[in-house]
């Protein structure tokens, strides 16, 4: 288990890696990832926000990530081969400002590839990422709601980081719409929908592409659009919260695209437990 944030830690004590096994098939896909293990309410000490970071950048390698906080200098979060498609589960940290660095993976001297700037405020979590091509890339930092949906439902929103396409569009296969003109770098409001298993039919600027998921009663995903190895679309899905009582929690799933020529390690038996709990199996179309 993760120490409480409280707890000062080198950055030797605070790294992690994470690590992802990608298997495509034509009929199916199965995202089976790996990632550490977040801090849960019960360790975040009053007053603390919650921070994620992702690398959705197709073109860029694996990157390390460092979450350094302005007041002081302590690194909080040193995140070891990130690769295309991995975001990282919440981290509690004490309200401020923190700088969020990616450089070349085992490169530690090297310029960051991208930094930007995040405020943690109390109790509230982002989602800090970095997409887009590497000689373009650019970072967005997305409020994130978890608050639980009515009792049988299941919340969801939509990321557009695929490169492929200006636009997405995304409905469920019995019409209900998730997201319409999604622009790239967007994320849109959230929607509700009953829980269970869905369709999903996305349309782009002359691609498209579907998806299978299954959302768990109680729970908030995020449904990240990704670019595919063919270059299509995918949808990698996230659970953010579980349920209210065990906000937040999750990181995504490994999408398409690169991961699909370029598949990491495979995942650690410390951290295989954590997914048998998220989001299991993708369809492309």
Same mark, same amino acid.
Do not use: C
């Given at each position: 288990?993760?120490?409480?944030?409280?707890?000062?830690?080198?950055?030797?004590?605070?790294?992690?890696?994470?690590?992802?096994?990608?298997?495509?098939?034509?009929?199916?896909?199965?995202? !089976?990832?790996?990632?550490?293990?977040?801090?849960?309410?019960?360790?975040?000490?009053?007053?603390?926000?919650?921070?994620? +970071?992702?690398?959705?950048?197709?073109?860029?390698?694996?990157?390390?990530?460092?979450?350094?906080?302005?007041?002081?200098?302590? +690194?909080?979060?040193?995140?070891?081969?990130?690769?295309?498609?991995?975001?990282?589960?919440?981290?509690?940290?004490?309200?401020?400002?923190?700088?969020?660095?990616?450089?070349?993976?085992?490169?530690? %001297?090297?310029?960051?590839?991208?930094?930007?700037?995040?405020? +943690?405020?109390?109790?509230?979590?982002?989602?800090?990422?970095?997409?887009?091509?590497?000689?373009?890339?650019?970072?967005?930092?997305?409020?994130?709601?978890?608050?639980?949906?009515?009792?049988?439902?299941?919340?969801?929103?939509?990321?557009?980081?695929?490169? +492929?396409?200006?636009?997405?569009?995304?409905?469920?296969?019995?019409?209900?719409?998730?997201?319409?003109? %999604?622009?790239?770098?967007?994320?849109?409001?959230?929607?509700? !929908?009953?829980?269970?298993?869905?369709?999903?039919?996305?349309?782009?600027?002359?691609?498209?592409?579907? %998806?299978?998921?299954?959302?768990?009663?109680?729970?908030?995903?995020?449904?990240?659009?990704?670019?595919?190895?063919?270059?299509?679309?995918?949808?990698?899905?996230?659970?953010?919260?579980?349920?209210?009582?065990?906000?937040?929690?999750?990181?995504?799933?490994?999408?398409?695209?690169?991961?699909?020529?370029?598949?990491?390690?495979?995942?650690?038996?410390?951290?295989?437990?954590?997914?048998?709990? !998220?989001?299991?199996?993708?369809?492309?179309?």
């Amino acid at each position: 288990m993760a120490p409480a944030i409280s707890t000062i830690r080198t950055p030797a004590s605070s790294r992690r890696r994470l690590t992802a096994a990608l298997a495509l098939g034509v009929a199916a896909t199965a995202a !089976v990832a790996a990632s550490v293990v977040g801090v849960s309410p019960a360790q975040a000490a009053e007053g603390d926000g919650w921070v994620r +970071v992702g690398h959705l950048s197709p073109d860029t390698k694996s990157v390390d990530v460092t979450l350094t906080s302005i007041k002081g200098g302590q +690194v909080v979060m040193d995140l070891d081969d990130v690769t295309y498609g991995q975001v990282s589960p919440y981290e509690a940290l004490p309200a401020g400002t923190y700088v969020v660095s990616m450089t070349a993976a085992d490169a530690p %001297a090297a310029e960051p590839v991208i930094s930007t700037n995040v405020t +943690v405020e109390s109790g509230q979590p982002i989602t800090a990422l970095a997409y887009g091509e590497n000689d373009d890339l650019r970072t967005e930092v997305f409020t994130d709601d978890l608050t639980a949906p009515a009792p049988g439902e299941a919340k969801l929103r939509l990321v557009q980081a695929a490169n +492929v396409t200006d636009t997405v569009d995304v409905a469920t296969s019995t019409g209900t719409t998730i997201a319409s003109d %999604a622009p790239f770098g967007s994320a849109s409001g959230y929607a509700s !929908v009953d829980a269970g298993p869905w369709t999903l039919d996305l349309t782009g600027d002359d691609v498209e592409g579907s %998806a299978d998921v299954d959302l768990a009663a109680g729970s908030v995903n995020t449904l990240f659009v990704l670019d595919n190895s063919t270059g299509g679309l995918t949808v990698v899905p996230v659970v953010d919260s579980a349920s209210t009582a065990e906000t937040p929690q999750g990181g995504v799933q490994t999408g398409g695209g690169y991961l699909a020529e370029h598949p990491a390690d495979e995942a650690s038996s410390e951290t295989r437990g954590f997914w048998a709990s !998220v989001l299991g199996f993708l369809r492309i179309g």
